[in-house]
Each structure stands twice: as structure tokens, then as C-alpha cells.
């Protein structure tokens, strides 16, 4: 090929070493072509391309090589590089092998001993351009999905919208994209939404990554509220970190939930209406029997006054008695009272009202609810915490919780044995929470299904007996209030449901202030609960009126009473406690320091074995079930004191 | 016969229901022997003769249905009453499962009706009665 190139320029001709260097080096195919289309010469790269030989190259035409659709564009490009006009095209060239390339050439003309040349250099773009067009269409895929994607997107660069999807327009009631890009996002948010809403996004910022899952409800073109779920997450964006956010309509949703919550309640209702229509039989049926039978005392009354004509002593006997009817008739309208009044805050209308509520206090009606459904099978054994802050929720709302978690705690455990089927309940409070754990001695829930125990419709009761909802439906009310709910459980075991609630801060503070003055100190009161929390709380209220002593059994107590000896007025005790019971601990100080255990005030959590029941019904002192009035507390140990107070006073006058 | 040759048990575990039972049938002279469960009252009913016993349906413990067929096979002449505070077809479930129930009453109880139908039950007769 080097032998049949015609002569060239004496400066040039010395470099030709170097010359064919370059060419048969270079990473690109060159070639010179003669006006009429035939190959004068072709590097390495541009016979390898061709798939020809050298020898080959020159007996043939460029134009054989291009796909005949092409010929024009080359035949073009021959003519205007022969016009002296450098030109680049893309050609698609099919080799010997049949392969087709898409080359891209650039070409000169060149004038060699007084001949018109072309010389091109060919690149073979074919992967660029086919990567190209991959990409391509993936971004407009992507684009496309974006447009197109069921959920909102808006990209707030700089607090302006840069980028929203159709969805979100839609959402929002809008006609088109530009009526959102270049607005801040808080023009379409509800106000009460935009600080929550503005801290997320300063803190994404701040602290990049993303945000989880919030709900909070944007504001429609005409004014209406659209419920939505949102995350967002910090993404660069030419060079610059923006907020991309993702937000759902869960309006529908929402609406949904609702009527789960609705269908929830109505077929607890229909579990527990039985079981209330008993509740209220019950006493119904003494209190009437009662008022038979005072009407047949006034009349046996009336007779003997007819007779004996003064009021004796039979009189006053039957007197008395009608006095005991009178009270066991108020007793049972009492127990109707409370009945009705649970019936009534758990079936109220009014769903979304919200009101400062006590834990306890509405765990108990839950229990009196389910009370019927609950004691054919089990027993139930309370902890309650004492002096809980108070939370803010709707009350029938967590009554449904509760009495769905009390029936299904039931529903576990098999046959009617009350000595093993119990139904613990505890309430306490940690950090800024409250919770509630209702743990049964159920047969458990197997691990593979645990997971799935809070979707809805999930049941594991045969049809009929449960709806499927109600842990679901649990679960969201709790979500609404910022709680949770958390489930343990091991198979053969029993299962342990827990609530947790935020406690209402603001109701807290106000009760802490509405605190009345302490009187001046007054006596030294020992307190033994084995519970640290309920310990706190009874000595945190005691203090304003007392000195007060803290022990957490029966044994540190002990050791009070002998390190402080002659110097403790009352005592207030637990009496289900780990190794010295209240009960083990009246019969120490009985012996050891004979008269104070008259000053031992109980607290029960209202179930003890048979032996305490019967040690209570032997002594005279008080005894207070929780959860309890923290008021009577006080008047009962003000009284203990006062009492101990005055023999002190009289031993020392006299 | 009259009322004091009678013993009635009561199987109730409500505290002022029992007092209103010992109050309207200890006072017509009946002997009245007062259980708080089924397990309680098949430990009664194996120490004293009972006539009749008036049992609530539902009760902690043993209840009637776990009670019945303990009665059925071991005193099938004793005569039964159930209190409910249920409604529905509860005597013919009963006679489905072969229980002879004698009657049913539903809460709220008129004691003055259970009262009547003990009698005709044991055949009492109010002319034999002792004056008041």
C-alpha cells in the first residue's frame, strides 16, 4: 500500500515513518477515496472494520459498503467535500461480514501530486448512538411514570414547587402543571398544617436522607380539605440539594377506616349487648325484689301500728331492714347508672370530640362493658397505677380499643377454668407515656401469623365470632391519637397486648398548679409498694401534707419501722407484694411493735388469694381498692395520723 | 306439705341477688342453701337433700351447661329452674340436649311468680300454710 502512494511533498515525505505511525495507529478508520468512490487506502482499524484486506480494499468502491437507503446522504457527502467543503455525516456501512455500522465520518478534501482526494475519518457510533436511545427512553419512561404516577410529586427547590405530576394537580383540584410550579407548597396546604409541615422540611435539610410517613390535609383550588400521606426525601437536583416529596390521597382511605372503625363497633356492640342487657337485669331483678318487699314491710308496719297502736320495736326491726332494702336498691341503681353511663360514652356520636380522659378510669368501664362476655372464662387481676396524669383522647373510642383487646384476651383461653384462666391488667406511665397491658393466659399466637394480626380482616375465629376488624380498627384509633399498640406473645402461653398513650401535657401542668397549699407538715407516713412507679406517685401526693417514708417491700419497711421507731403515724402498704406480702408485714410490726400495725392503711389491687381475703375480714383497718380517690387517701391517713398524733400528745401531757 | 319441708338451693353469684333470695324464701319458711357456682353446688347437693334448685345460667366457675349433665346423670329427679338474663329459644336448646328443665324465668326477676311455680312445682298448697 506504502509502495503505491504517489509522491509527496520533500518536508512531508521525510516524516512518512511518522506518518504511517499515526495512521496505522490511530483508534479511528481513515481512508482516502478517489473522486469516483474507489478506496485508494485504508488504515488498520478502517480494513478491520470493513472486514476486508488491504489488498482487497483498493479493487473496491466506497458506495458498495453503504446501505443502499444511505447512498444519497454519501453520495452528498462526496460531492460537497470535492467542493472543498468539509462535511461530517452519519453513514451506515454493512461490512463483508454483514455486519451494519453506524459511522460517523469526518472528511477533507486533499490534493496529492495534482489528484482530488477525500479523505475521512470514520468513528463507529453505533453503541453510543443505541446507548443514546436506551437512555432516552428510559428517561422519558421515567418521565412518563412520574407523569403519570398514581400518587402526588412535587419538588420544592428554594420553598418553590419546581416540578409537580399530574396526580397532585389532580389532587388539588387544578387544571395544570404551571398552576403549581413556581408557588410556595403552604399556598396548598391547611394552616393548621404548615408549621408541622415547614419543621419536616427544615429538618430534612438539615439533616438530609428523609422523612417518614406523616398524614396532614392539603388545600383544595376550592378551599376543601384533601387528606394525604406523605414522605419526602432530599434528592440533588442539578448540583443542588431539593425536597421531593410523595404524597398519597388517602382521603378515600380515610373514609374507609372510618366505616371499619363504625363496623368495628357495632359488631362489639352485638357481642356485648347480651352481656349488658344481663348487666342491667341483674340488679334490676334485686331492686325490684326489694321494693316488693318494703311495700309488704310498710304494709306489715301500717298492720302492727293498727294493732298495737305505738311504734315498738318490731316496728323499728322492720325499719331497719327496709333501711338495708333501700340501700342494696341504690347499690343496683348505681350498678345500672354505670352500666348505662359506659353504654353510652362507647356508643356516643360525637367521634371526634376529644377530652382530657383518666386511663384508669375508662380501662374500668371497658372492663364493666366486657365485664359479661369476660367472666364466664376468666378472672381478672388489676394493677392500676396510682395518680395517673391524665391523656387526651375520645373516651368511647378507647373504651372499643379496650374492649376488643378484653374479648379477644377471653376468646383465647380455653373452657370456663377461673383458677387458670386470668386476665391481668396493668397500668402505668413511662417517660411522657401511659400505657395499659392487658396480659391473658390465652393458648398465644403461633409467630408466622403475628405479623399479620393487625390487618384488616385477618381472623383466626371461626365466622361469626369476629370480624377481622378489630385489631385493625384498634390500631388506627390508637395511630389517631399518636399511640401505639404492641403485642407479645408465646404459643401456650397467653399474649400480652400493650397500649401506649401520650399523656396530655397541658391538663398535667394545670393539675400539678391546681394543687392546694400544703398545710404545715403534720405526721411522718411510711409507704411499701413494690411497684416503683406507684411508690412515686403516692409519696409525690403524700409529701405536701406528710413526711413521707419510702420502702419497696415488706422487708426495707421493716427496717424503717425499727431505724425510725416511735416516729411513724401511719403506714400505707400494698398488699400483693414479692416475699413480705402487706399481710406477713401487719403480723411482723404486730409482734415486733405491738399497736402500730392498727396504723397499717391497705391499697389492693382488688384480687388476693383466699388467705388474705379472710386475714382482711379479721381486722378493722382500712383497706382501698384501686384505683382509688387520691382525696379519701389523704382523709383516711390524715385521720390515722390525727389519731396517733393525740395519744402521742396525751402519753406526753400525762 | 308445706314450705318449711322444702330445702331450695340457689346457685347465684351475685351477693345482693342471693340476699334477696334468702330474704323472700327463708321468710316462707323454706330451707334455703345458697352456692355461688355449679362446682359449689354439686358439693352441697352430695352433703344435704335438696328439693329444687333455682340456678342462674351464667356463673363463674362451673356454669349451668357444665352443671347439667352432672345433674342429669347423678339426680335426674331433681327439678330445675334457670334464671337468664339471655333471651331466646333456651328451652328448646335444653330439650335438645335432653335436659328437663322445669322452667325458665328471665331477669328482671318477679320473685313473686318464681314463687308461684316452686309451689306448684312441689306441689304446695297455700291453704296449708301457717298464718302470718
Redesign the interface.
Known sequence: MKKQLPPLENDWRLSEGVFHTLTEEANDAIFLIKSDGVFLYGNRQAVALLGISKEELVKRNYTEFVLPEDHKLAASQIKLVMEGKPNNTEIRVRTNNGEIFLIHFSSVKIVVDGQEILMTIGKDITVRKAAEAVLRNSEENLRGIIREMPDGILVVDSGKISFANLSIVRTLGLSAVEELVGRSPFDFIQPEYRTLVSERIARLIKEGGSNPNIRFKLQRQDGNPVDVESRSILVQFDGKPVVLAIMKDITLRNQMEHQATLNDKLATVGTLA?GV??????????????L??INEQIEDVKRHLQMNGTFDETCQKTFAEMKG?LA?IT??GEKIRDIVKGLKAFVRTNEDEVESIDLNQTVEAAINMSF?VV??KA?IEKDFAVDLPRLKANSGKLQQVFINLLINASQAMAG?N?DKNKISIRTGRYDGMVFVEFKDTGVGIPENILPRIFDPFFTTKPIGVGTGLGLSVCNEILRHYGGTLEVQSTLGQGSTFTVNLHIDRANEDAAANSVPPAEKMRGRVLVVDDEPSNLDALCRLLKKYDTVLSALSGLDAMGIIEREVGHIEAILSDINMPDMNGMDLYKNVARKFPGLEKRIIFITGGVFSEEIKDFLKTIPNACLEKPFNFEEVRQIIAGVVDESLKNQDGKNAG | MKCSDFTIMFAED?P??Q??YE??FVKDGYKVVMVEHGARALAELREQKVDLLVTDL?M????TL?LFPILKNDYPRLPVIVV????GNLMEDFKAKGFDIKAIF???????ELKEKIKKILKIDDMDEPKK
Open positions: 347480651a342487657a344481663h348487666e342491667v337485669n341483674n340488679p334490676l331483678s334485686y331492686v325490684l325484689a326489694n316488693v318487699f332494702e342494696d347499690k343496683g359479661h367472666k364466664q378472672r370456663n377461673r | 351475685d345482693l341477688s340476699k334477696v330474704r323472700a351464667q363463674p366457675g362451673m356454669n357444665e337468664t338474663g339471655h333471651y328471665n331477669k328482671p326477676l318477679v320473685v313473686s
